[in-house]
C-alpha cells in the first residue's frame, strides 16, 4: 500500500485561500468516503480537522473545509491565517489498512 | 475528557524489541465500535499508520512492517501495546497512540513517545 501523494509545500497569503490535494487510488481515496485530515504544529501530536472527507469536529474552525472527486480529496482553508501555518497529513481508510499521505508544508507569504 | 499516553523506554538496542504501552483514562478501551491504533513519525518525516487493535477480534496491521508488529490489549489495566521486534535505526521515530473510530480517523491522539535505536 503506497502513501496518498500531497503537495510537498503550499504557501498562502493572510485572507487567501489555499487548497492542499491528496491523491490516492481506486483502492482508497477512490473506494471509500473516509478521508481524515490532520493539522500538526511543530513537536506537537496531530490534530484531527476534518473525518469522513467533509465533517469538522466540534472546535475546529469553519475556515477548514474537505472535499472529494474521483481519487483526490481536498482540503481547503479560507481566511489564511498565519496561526494555521502547519504541516498537514492526509489519511484514508483503505480495507483491511489505512494510510496516511506525506505530508505538506503550508507556510504564510 | 478522553486522555491517552504512552510509556516505555526511549532507547532501544539494533536487533532488539520495542515495547511501548498506551494508557487510556476517561474512557474505556473496550468500547464498541473504538479501536485504538499506532502511529509512528521519524524525525523531521510523515505519519506511518503501524496498526489498529480491537478488544475482540485480531488486530489490523501495516503489512509493510510484517511480523515484525504485535499489538494487543489489557481491558482489564484499559491499556494497549505495542511491541516491534528486530529494531534497526530506521525505527527511530515518535510513536504515538490514538482513538480509531471503526478505524475511520483518529480523534484522541496522545502526546507521543520519542524512541531511539541505538548501541
Known amino acids: 500500500q503506497s502513501a496518498l501523494t500531497q503537495p510537498a509545500s503550499v504557501s498562502g497569503s493572510p485572507g487567501q485561500s489555499i487548497t492542499i490535494s491528496c491523491t490516492g487510488t481506486?483502492?482508497?481515496?477512490?473506494?471509500?468516503?473516509?478521508v481524515s485530515w490532520y493539522q500538526q504544529h511543530p513537536g506537537k501530536a496531530p490534530k484531527l480537522i476534518i473525518s469522513e472527507v467533509t465533517k469538522r469536529p466540534s472546535g475546529v474552525s469553519n475556515r477548514f473545509s474537505g472535499s472529494k472527486s474521483g481519487n483526490t480529496a481536498s482540503l481547503t482553508i479560507s481566511g489564511f491565517l498565519a496561526e494555521d501555518e502547519a504541516d498537514y497529513y492526509c489519511?484514508?481508510?483503505?480495507?483491511?489498512?489505512?494510510?496516511f499521505g506525506g505530508g505538506t508544508k503550508v507556510t504564510v507569504l | 475528557q478522553l486522555q491517552l499516553q504512552e510509556s516505555g523506554p526511549g532507547l532501544v538496542k539494533p536487533s532488539e524489541t520495542l515495547s511501548l504501552t498506551c494508557t487510556v483514562s476517561g474512557g474505556y478501551v473496550s468500547s464498541s465500535s473504538i479501536y485504538w491504533g499506532w502511529i509512528r513519525q521519524p524525525p523531521g518525516k510523515g505519519l506511518e499508520w503501524i496498526g489498529s487493535v480491537y478488544y475482540s477480534g485480531s488486530p489490523y496491521q501495516n503489512p509493510s512492517l510484517g511480523s515484525r508488529v504485535t499489538i494487543s490489549m489489557d481491558t482489564s489495566k484499559n491499556q494497549f501495546f505495542l511491541r516491534l521486534t528486530s529494531v534497526t535505526a530506521a525505527d527511530t521515530a515518535m510513536y504515538y497512540c490514538?482513538?480509531?473510530?471503526?478505524?475511520?480517523?483518529?480523534?484522541?491522539w496522545g502526546q507521543g513517545a520519542l524512541v531511539a535505536v541505538s548501541s
Open positions: 489519511c484514508s481508510y483503505a480495507g483491511r489498512t489505512t494510510v
Open positions: 490514538a482513538r480509531h473510530p471503526n478505524r475511520y480517523f483518529f480523534d484522541y
Open positions: 481506486n483502492n482508497d481515496v477512490g473506494r471509500y468516503n473516509l
